[in-house]
């Protein structure tokens, strides 16, 4: 027998050499490509196990507080927490942190946003006129931020080359007080800016008969509203000929919270943030004692209150930029502006001057944070909170909710109804959030209080213990971020060129409008100790007072990503909380992924922000499993299939010699292990040589354990090359003695005439329906095998897109699809090819006789091909059919909304198919035509 096989590979050699190098392809491509499919799994596996683990793992926040959109879209929005003041009490926080398997359990506790004033500077050095002894100039300042553009106070700088006294302390004999600033010239003194600035009114004498100026009090007329424009002009007064700033006030909102050291300095590395002074600590706590600015030497008569250590920002956490014209002042004689300044009229006098345009300047409002100084500058008379904004779901998007507008009473204090100063302009713009005031008490320097307040207890101090840069906090995944609004703003920017336009290609940030739709992170950190001083009511606890803490975030011990033991330490956690308070909202967060959400804005602008995707790094991973396994399955069973079809086509081709062994004696079991022998001696051959190709190219490419993965080759060639050509081998048996003689085509009644090319290539289809459904079979397989794989690819990539994690797994996972696909294809296509090759073989006497009689050599290329066409289209075309109707029957997640892309793409590789058999058919046709006919007819 091992005869008579080597005897029949010698004999038909280039068959074997045909066979063999399918095999080879098959075997190769096979192990290459598992290889390939095994890495992309492994590098999107860790990826996502690299990632997965955020800053926290659990976020617990009040009942009541997740919103529809989150819940019906399984999202955790970016500004959840600036929405949220109180609703968890610090004994169920205590009761969560001490729970088992907690490593760290952090809360935040916001407790409202303070008003912090300060100054923005304004270079105007450059307008200094040299030659005049003194000068004003006007400033006439707009102020741009998110998206909106305010109109700001006039401003006025004064410069004169006089020296100008700015005094540190009080002196009751010279009636001077700090920052009082008086003009030296000659023997004669001027408090130049003070009227200006303090007496708006005109008022020469106040309230006691004292001549002004005096300190302590402003006589300024009570504005109608908190943006008066009067109310908010202001002269700097500058000596010498040094740099000319102009100090525009400005008032900062600062979100002011509460948090536990030791747990955030855990959770994210707080302490190595600290860029000045101190990090706080546990023993930080509220005291009753001394101002540190009531410099009165006998401590018993200094103002006490109570004294909370608190941490500052490094810079602002919102942005906007201040852009001003700026005008020289036609004031007369420059001589005689040091007394118009110092006297009463100075307001009248000021506003009613023309000026000149000279140019203009500009400044970013976060300078004037950063000359925050201290807890002078800390004042909590009044505070505010804010709610969350509210969506509604377009269906193409979110769209925010807009609100009417601040009443005027929201700015005002309990002291004689005065208005806070220099509010933020950006509070007249558009209002997505509702905002409450908490009306300040006017008690001072005492711990109880008598007097009609809002039953908050005494006004504190905020000591500035140390400050703190966000930029160098713990770095986590950006690929698996979850809120940290603790710290950082969320990232917003404009989804389509329209909104990026009219954000100036910069990300949308923070403004300083409370109802804003983006709020700042907290600017103040302070300690939960100290929160009861900010918020105890003398009268009727408050809900904020009985429940502080806004959110507790959670790291649980043990857990090192999304494998099987985390996810249950996560969840025994979880269910531990659930099952104490069933009202508060728990979140699991390990695993999750910042995934874009589109949101509608007035103005027809439309921004992108990234809201937390719950339970991505899990999707991603069981659809990998999923696709890596249906990968594994297809690819071999379109390899096996274009083997059994090459083999079947090969029996068919011996058809009459397989006969003719039957008529002299051979038994089936005899023709069944010839055929199988055959092939799996071809298998070991092609499975030898594949090895070493296999290593080769694994080595070039780059592919981990290409060492392995080649001894692999060997095995899965013989197992092809047995299991492939069972199916002929038994077909083989089934041949009859008869059958040598008989031809393989289906009997007609009757002969029809044929009058055409086209005619007689779809006749000879029709005559051997076996062969013609063969060679269709091949394409069929790949067009339907790239059908499904293709539906699968996009499936995936539906299942984990979305997220930024799921976007990076796509583009790692792409490779791996594309060959998957491309191979099935081309298997597919080949076997169609090599089916048609053995028929034109087959058929080559018929072709010549055909020649003989006069057909033409362009009449044989285009009978060939026009079957080649025909059978391309068959296979194609079904192959299309099938693959759609495998997709519709595992379900509507594999097509839905892709219908179009892929029946688009089932088409096109039903035409590239048509185009490879017929490209291919056309070098075989070439061949035949160089052989003689007598010869051709000879040998038959």
């Not at 540190?168 to 010239?185: F, G, M, S, V, Y």
């Not at 289906?746 to 007689?760: K, N, W």
Request: net charge neutral; hydrophobic share 45%.
């Amino acid at each position: 027998m091992i005869g008579m096989i080597l005897s029949q590979l010698w004999r038909r050699r280039s068959r074997a050499l045909g066979l063999a190098a399918g095999i080879l392809v098959a075997a190769t491509s096979f192990t290459l490509l598992t290889s390939t499919v095994t890495t992309s799994q492994a590098h999107t596996t860790g990826l996502v196990e690299n990632t997965s683990r955020s800053a926290y793992d659990i976020l617990v926040r009040p009942p009541g507080t997740g919103t529809a959109v989150e819940r019906d879209r399984g999202l955790v929005e970016a500004n959840f927490l600036s929405g949220i003041f109180g609703g968890i009490t610090l004994a169920q926080y205590e009761r969560i942190k001490n729970l088992a398997g907690v490593e760290t359990a952090a809360p935040v506790a916001n407790v409202g946003y303070l008003m912090v004033q300060s100054t923005v500077p304004v270079d105007v050095s450059a307008f200094r006129d040299s030659d005049a002894p003194a000068q004003l100039l006007r400033l006439t300042p707009t102020l741009k931020a998110g998206l909106g553009t305010y109109p700001v106070a006039d401003q006025y700088i004064y410069l004169t080359r006089n020296p100008i006294v700015t005094y540190k302390e009080w002196n009751e004999e010279d009636n001077t007080w700090p920052d009082l600033q008086h003009e030296i010239a000659g023997d004669d003194t001027y408090a130049v800016c003070w009227f200006y600035n303090e007496d708006k009114r005109g008022d020469t004498f106040d309230s006691l008969g004292e001549r002004l100026p005096q300190p302590l009090f402003q006589w300024n007329r009570t504005p109608k509203t908190a943006f008066t424009p009067d109310a908010r002009s202001h002269m700097t007064c500058v000596p010498g000929d040094g740099k000319a700033t102009a100090q525009v006030p400005v008032a900062f909102p600062v979100l002011l919270s509460a948090i536990d050291p030791v747990a955030e300095n855990d959770l994210v590395g707080l302490g190595s943030a600290v860029t000045s002074g101190r990090m706080l600590t546990a023993g930080d706590k509220p005291f009753w004692g001394p101002d540190a600015f009531d410099l009165n030497p006998v401590e018993s008569e200094r103002q006490h209150d109570w004294q909370i250590p608190v941490l500052l920002s490094s810079r602002a956490l919102t942005a906007g930029t201040m852009k001003a014209t700026v005008e020289r002042l036609d004031v007369g004689d420059p001589g005689g502006l040091a007394a118009k300044l110092s006297s009463p009229q100075a307001h009248d006098f000021v506003n009613a001057l023309n000026g000149t345009d000279i140019g203009g300047a500009a400044a970013d409002l976060g300078a004037g944070f950063r000359t925050i100084a201290g807890a002078g500058d800390l004042e909590v008379p009044v505070y505010w909170t804010v709610g969350p904004v509210g969506y509604e779901d377009s269906g193409d998007g979110l769209v925010a909710r807009t609100l009417p507008a601040q009443p005027d009473g929201l700015w005002k204090t309990n002291w004689d109804d005065d208005l806070v100063p220099y509010v933020p302009e950006e509070n007249q713009g558009t209002q997505y959030r509702d905002v409450t005031a908490h009306a300040s008490t006017t008690c001072m320097n005492t711990q109880f209080c008598e007097r009609e307040d809002a039953g908050r207890g005494a006004t504190p101090v905020l000591n500035i213990v140390g400050r703190y840069d966000t930029d160098d906090l713990r770095g986590f995944s950006t690929l698996s971020q979850v809120p940290l609004e603790t710290y950082r703003s969320p990232q917003v920017t404009g989804a389509d060129q329209t909104s990026r336009d009219a954000l100036g290609d910069r990300p949308l940030r923070p403004d300083r409008n409370l109802g804003g739709y983006l709020s700042p992170p907290p600017t103040l950190l302070t300690t939960l100790d100290s929160v009861s001083v900010l918020t105890h009511s003398r009268r009727k606890p408050t809900a904020q007072e009985k429940a502080p803490v806004s959110a507790v975030r959670i790291r649980v011990a043990g857990v090192t990503g999304v494998d099987t033991a985390s996810r249950a330490r996560v969840n025994a956690v979880a269910g531990q909380i659930r099952a104490a308070y069933p009202k508060l909202q728990v979140d699991v967060t390990v695993g999750s992924s910042p995934a874009p959400q589109t949101v509608a804005l007035p103005r027809n602008v439309k921004v992108t922000e990234y809201w937390v995707a719950k339970g991505v790094a899990l999707r991603i991973l069981r659809a990998v499993d999923t696709k890596s396994a249906v990968l594994f399955g297809l690819v071999l069973v379109v390899c096996a299939l274009f083997l059994a079809q090459a083999a079947l086509a090969s029996v068919r081709a011996r058809r009459t010699e397989i006969g003719t062994l039957r008529c002299v004696g051979w038994s089936a079991s005899e023709i069944l292990r010839l055929i199988l022998g055959e092939l799996a001696l071809i298998g070991l051959a092609a499975g030898t040589l594949g090895a070493l190709l296999a290593y080769g190219l694994g080595a070039l490419l780059g592919l981990p354990t290409s060492a392995a993965k080649a001894s692999l080759v060997l095995p899965v060639a013989l197992l092809l090359a047995t299991a492939a050509g069972a199916l002929p081998a038994w077909r083989a048996t089934r041949v009859q003695p008869l059958d040598a003689v008989t031809p393989p085509v289906t009997g007609t009644r009757r002969t029809a005439t044929v009058r055409t090319v086209v005619g007689l290539a779809l006749n000879n289809l029709l005559r051997t329906p076996g062969r013609t459904v063969l060679g269709a079979a091949g394409l069929a397989l790949g067009v339907a095998a790239f059908t499904v794989l293709l539906s699968l690819t996009l499936a995936f990539r539906g299942e984990v897109a979305g997220s930024l994690l799921g976007n990076a797994v796509v583009a790692q996972a792409r490779t791996a699809d594309y060959l998957s696909v491309a191979l099935s294809l081309l298997l597919g296509a080949a076997g169609a090819v090599d089916v048609l090759v053995l028929s034109q073989r087959e058929r080559a006497a018929d072709l010549a006789v055909l020649s003989a009689s006069g057909w033409s050599k362009r009449e044989l290329g285009r009978l060939a091909l026009y079957e080649g066409a025909g059978l391309a289209l068959l296979g194609g075309l079904t192959g299309a059919f099938v693959g759609f109707g495998t997709v519709l029957a595992v379900g509507q997640g594999l097509w839905h909304g892709r219908l179009l892309t892929m029946t688009s793409a089932a088409l096109l590789a039903t035409l590239a198919g048509v185009a490879l058999v017929c490209g291919v058919l056309s070098l075989c046709i070439r061949a035949l035509h160089r052989v003689a006919p007598a010869h051709l007819l000879a040998r038959d």
